[in-house]
């Protein structure tokens, strides 16, 4: 799929760079918890959706315009790790675009959290897309010449976190994904998995709603593949809310809920089938 391939994603109204969509405000509340048998796709106690999407219609402008999302409704709750799959083309990059704010839909509600961004301006949807959503990308983007905890302690930086909270915080991120014994080296002298680590890290640092991973394993081997899907299971066992945006059928498979998205349209979702069976 086509994901950001340069650090600047232009959308009509707004510019965004790769430094806004990782740099992050404080944590809002404490990080949710999986409640038990909470059926996937189903509200737990009321709490508003991690993220939802109606309605949602995107079309790009052209002669005839092309529709890449076509009535789209899913809703995703805290706790839940979802796989968004589909082939080439299918509409996955801009799902992830409108799914993340980096992109307003044509029509329809993208709500993170229970705030409706379509309300809101493009300068409160960068405040929410900053500190509620992590995002992590096949190309890692990690800035190099940088050590892995300074990779993770920016993404604070400009948050008003005082440096002492900053570094606090991204050596217990580094710890999480299992990366402790490895807080000073320079990103460039990791491995592809170790930097996809250090990416999860930044994106987990300031404990959003969610985390969206695009193709978190395009450029990985299959260890380093195994290692990553290990980590990002765990990571749900804890209770972290993630949306994996993959054309691999097999990683999808993996993953406890799975919403297929075929010509901007959601084909199927395990959720409802559950529900409705
Ligand atoms: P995927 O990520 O699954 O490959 P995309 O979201 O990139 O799918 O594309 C979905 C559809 O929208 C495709 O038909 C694609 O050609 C079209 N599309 C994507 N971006 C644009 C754009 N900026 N302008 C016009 N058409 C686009």
Redesign the pocket.
């Known amino acids: 799929?086509?994901?950001p391939t340069t650090t600047t994603t232009t959308t009509p109204a707004t510019t965004t760079t790769t430094a806004e969509m990782t740099s992050h405000l404080p944590a809002v509340g404490a990080r949710p918890t999986v409640t038990p048998g909470t059926t996937p796709g189903v509200a737990a106690g009321g709490r508003p959706a991690a993220l939802e999407l109606r309605n949602v219609v995107k079309e790009?402008?052209?002669h005839p315009p092309?529709r890449?999302?076509d009535d789209v409704s899913v809703r995703i709750d805290h706790g839940e790790l979802v796989a968004v799959v589909?082939?080439?083309?299918?509409?996955?990059?801009?799902?992830?675009?409108v799914m993340g704010t980096l992109d307003r839909p044509t029509s329809g509600v993208v709500s993170i959290d229970g705030a409706d961004t379509s309300t809101l301006s493009d300068r409160r949807v960068a405040g929410v897309r900053a500190r509620r959503i992590g995002f992590v990308f096949q190309q890692f983007f990690l800035l190099p010449g940088m050590t892995a905890l300074d990779n993770v302690a920016n993404g604070l930086l400009y948050q008003g976190v005082p440096p002492r909270d900053r570094r606090e915080r991204s050596v217990v991120a580094l710890q999480r994904v299992g990366l402790g014994h490895r807080l000073r080296h320079d990103s460039n002298h990791l491995s592809g998995g170790e930097r996809q680590r250090v990416a999860i890290a930044r994106a987990l640092v300031h404990e959003p709603a969610f985390v969206l991973a695009d193709e978190p394993t395009g450029n990985l081997d299959s260890k380093s593949t195994a290692a990553v899907m290990d980590l990002i299971g765990g990571l749900h066992d804890e209770g972290t809310t993630i949306v994996v945006?993959t054309?691999d059928t097999a990683i999808a498979a993996s993953l406890p809920r799975q919403v297929a998205?075929f010509d901007?349209r959601i084909e199927s979702d395990s959720a409802l089938e559950g529900a409705t069976s």
């Not at 589909?86 to 675009?97: Q, Y």
């Open positions: 799929m086509t994901t790009y402008p052209g092309v890449a999302l589909g082939p080439s083309g299918s509409g996955k990059s801009t799902l992830l675009n945006i054309h998205v901007g």
